[in-house]
């Protein structure tokens, strides 16, 4: 916030104008001054409240000046009304605070009360509880409340503090005085908070957390003795605290509840804004929701620093170190996000990746699920990164937008008309649609990519259908396959060239034991032509059965695909067989190097680059030679 507008009222003759002046002369001024002073702003000093710009509008009750007042109502930020006798109090109720919900006005209201130089009978404690806190439980706009006086000096910067405070740190959204407790949202954001700062999760902020978080949100360090304080002052709420490791969430939350009630809930809101929460206590969009610009025939995979953050966090919330998420750990570790992510629920999770025997995903499972996350929605995985508090292990993203440096974009590659496909595509994670005949063993190919036992039961595949998992390629290196498996969306995927474009790989598969399962793959060639833009595996599935000949115009399978000129002919497995492994590790090194994967046509035009690539290394080798002959063999 830029500037913060208070807007001055009350009713005539109570001060309200003596109270500007005093604040900008610094003293009282005996003479009369005019009813209605012009604005006054103040720039920012060193005690402002997150340095802003104060505007203070003086206004007049006077009847034929309310529509002045009500335009100045409507623009402030925060209302300063002020009283200064028993007429003027009662007025207070019974006209000013329903004045301003009749306006519609929704902002805090900071109660003053002036000239106590001519009430020497009260004491300040006496007037607050006898006219002040009874209004403030009627009301509850009303933020604070204060004791002033122009004439004496008194309390005049502190009135003008409280209205800035009250804008900069709000305390209607963090604690409610009529039940005296914090609210649910500001306890749900407090409890987010805890949660990131228990860095091993064992529900308990210990010394070591506690010097984190005091260094992260106040930038300095907190003394051995000021833990020891705190943690006697939960133990006098929680008197079993003291037996305890460190500060437990219950008493995180019980200092928090401390502060808002002494009157320094402007503490919670540096804790909260430094964990990026907006004055509505919702995360900041611009933190969860950063610009991610995927380039055309790009792709968002996970960075290595993305990577670790999540087998991290896969190994905090293993509490029994069996190797597996079961349903409460994963409760635990999306506490401080909204629930699983929409599309993980949506596809039944974790039916999509590798399992253990009990059902409960795996690291390399984990790992997997965010790789296919991040390809298919990488807006997803930034949310998330945010919520699950992922910082960045260097200083190159900036504090607005940490969350970007988990993730990287790939090189295009794009596939244009005529070009030659390219040798090699740099990425890691790769999308493959799974096509073919109903029942010719696409569902079964998924299960034995994720490891799961063969099931003879045929059940028909209607709404698309994933599976993600790791893939060891030769050399050892390691990549991540997507199998997509279209349902009845094939046709319509088929006929979008946008969709065949964000896929890598198509993996086209039949029935071998079925005379009518590769006439299925030859009509599609033949009805999508473009098709043929895009790298293509054969698999003849369930060769564990009698090989059938199959019909069809263009002969056998393996007579086709050599006439159509693809480089690799059919291969024949069945997902019962132990070597299906190498399938998907053909699918992920045709999809790693396209041009293994397209048909060869005669008319292709030749490729020079490598030729210019070769002769100017000999070129290169050879003047190095030459200079070394030169320096070796030329005349001293």
Partial sequence: MATVRICVCGDEGIGKSSIITSLVKDVFVTHKIQPVLPPVTLPPTIGTPENVTTTIVDTSALPHERNALKRELRKANVILLVYSD????ERVALFWMPFFRSLGVNVPVVLCANKSDLQRNGSTPQVVSDEMLPLMNEFKEIDSCIRTSAK?????NEVFFLCQKAVTHP??????TK?????PTAVSALKRVFFLCDKDQDGYLSDAEVHAFQQKVFSKDITDSEVSDIRRTIGRYFPDSESEPGVSEAGFILLNKIFAEKGRHETIWLILRKFNYTDSLSLRDSFIHPKFDVPPFSSAELSPEGYRFFVDLFLRAD??????????ELSALFAPTPGLPRQWAEADFPSETVRNENGYITLQGWLAQWSMTTFESPTTTLEYLAYLGFEPSSSSTTSNTPTLSALRTTKSRRRRAGARPPARVERNVFLCYVIGAPSSGKSSLLDAFLGRSFSPLYHPTI?????VNSVELRGGKQCYLVLSELGELEPAILENRAKLEACDLLCFCYDGSDPESWGHVTGLLEKYKHLEEVPAVFVALKADRDKAMQRGEGGQPEEWVAAQGWQQGPVHVSVQWGSIAEVFVNLAESAMYPGTAYPKKDDEPVEYTNYYLAAGAVMCAALA???VWRRNFSPS
Avoid: Q, T, V
């Fill in 86 to 89: 028993h007429y003027s109090y």
């Fill in 152 to 156: 004496e000096h008194h309390n005049i």
């Fill in 171 to 176: 305390i209607a959204p963090l604690y409610d």
């Fill in 179 to 183: 039940e005296a407790a914090l609210k």
């Fill in 319 to 328: 509490k029994d170190n069996d190797g597996g998420l079961s349903p409460s």
């Fill in 463 to 467: 709404k698309p259908r994933s599976a």
């Fill in 625 to 627: 030679a030459g200079i």
